[in-house]
């Protein structure tokens, strides 16, 4: 990369695994830019290294947790949702549209996010997250959704209010497919 912007006369950055004289590996950032005088005529080039071992460290270990978390989700056949109250904006977890099977390009509004859910139990899920939002109470509800192949799906879904001064200022929950015990249930 650093030999074909040079030779593009173009600037670059790149981090590098280095090792320092005792051995020990750090990462380090390198930075380099043409310099033209007056005329445009390419004079020389200047450099910049910067150690950002702990920034790698860090982007590493969210990189771990964030697979960590997906592979839980996984396991745990539980999708992760959050509703901004202000906005309705909705956010869904990968496997939250995994479980469901719906194909949206993102995420849909709030009012359309629920309507996933069968007809007959959609105004218990509305009134819990009404409800959470105004009053900032956890709730725990299940319902039925319809997946795309009309299998029909039992879910429990758990939100919890984010209070910020005395307001409610997140909504985030889970998607927990029940199925199989409700169907354990009804045998």
């Known amino acids: 990369w650093m030999r074909e912007a040079i030779n593009n006369k173009e ?24 310099v033209y005088n007056d005329d445009g005529k390419l004079t020389n080039y200047v450099g910049f290294q910067q150690d950002v ?31 901004d109250p202000e906005t309705e904006d909705v956010f869904w977890t990968d496997h939250l549209f995994e479980m469901l099977g719906v194909e949206y390009d993102k995420e849909p509004p709030l009012d359309e996010a629920l309507n996933v859910y069968l ?44 209070i910020k001064d005395g307001e409610v200022v997140t909504l985030r929950g889970t998607v927990h497919d029940v199925t199989h015990h409700k169907e354990r249930e009804q045998e």
């Not at 790149?14 to 043409?34: C, H, K």
């Not at 964030?66 to 989700?73: A, F, K, P, R, S």
């Open 119 to 162: 007809e007959e139990d959609r105004p218990r899920v509305e009134n819990a997250v009404e409800e959470a939002i105004v009053a900032g109470e956890p709730f725990e509800v299940e319902a039925r959704f319809q997946r795309p192949d009309d299998e029909i799906r039992w879910v429990r879904i758990c939100g919890e209010p984010i």
């Open 53 to 83: 071992t702990g920034q790698k460290e860090h982007e590493q270990e969210y990189e771990r947790t964030v697979d960590l978390l997906n592979q839980t989700e996984q396991i745990a056949n539980v999708g992760g949702w959050e509703v």
């Open 11 to 34: 600037p670059v950055t790149v981090e590098l695994r280095n090792y320092r004289q005792d051995g020990t590996e750090f990462w380090n950032r390198v930075s380099i830019a043409p």
